[in-house]
Nanobody, 126 residues
Framework: QVRLVESGGGLVQAGGSLRLSCAAS????????MAWFRQPPGKEREFVAV????????YYADSVKGRFTISRDNAGDTMILQMNSLKPEDTAVYYC???????????????????WGQGTQVTVSS
């Protein structure tokens, strides 16, 4: 099973930026998609963004589109979430996840993922 470790969370003022990283170890060659999810305080976990396939195509939740950018290195072992123009409502624990099999854009948001990280806290102050 792939092991995922997030880093880069912290406290930032509204309008600021943060860069989250997800380091993958183990049999990473077999995973099709890597994604970011988040869980705001008192709410359910929600999809943020996914990067998938050999072409690295991306898909974003409407709430972060235009502000967040997901990317990965060529080996697929490190995934990045660059978060700009942060808002207080972006406050959440952010998780990275990986999936072995195919999912199509909107389907990736609700698909089952095979491996999950422990999460990193992002707090945006107003």
């Amino acid at each position: 099973q792939v092991r995922l470790v997030e880093s880069g969370g912290g406290l930032v003022q509204a309008g600021g930026s943060l860069r989250l990283s997800c380091a993958a170890s183990g049999p990473t060659a077999g995973h099709y998609a890597m994604a970011w999810f988040r869980q705001p305080p008192g709410k359910e976990r929600e999809f943020v963004a996914v990067i998938k396939g050999s072409t690295g195509s991306t898909y974003y939740a409407d709430s972060v589109k235009g502000r967040f950018t997901i990317s990965r290195d060529n080996a697929g072992d490190t995934m990045i979430l660059q978060m700009n123009s942060l808002k207080p409502e972006d406050t959440a624990v952010y998780y990275c996840a990986s999936r072995i099999t195919y999912c199509a854009n909107r389907g990736c948001a609700s698909a089952r993922y095979d491996s999950w990280g422990q999460g990193t806290q992002v707090t945006v102050s107003s």
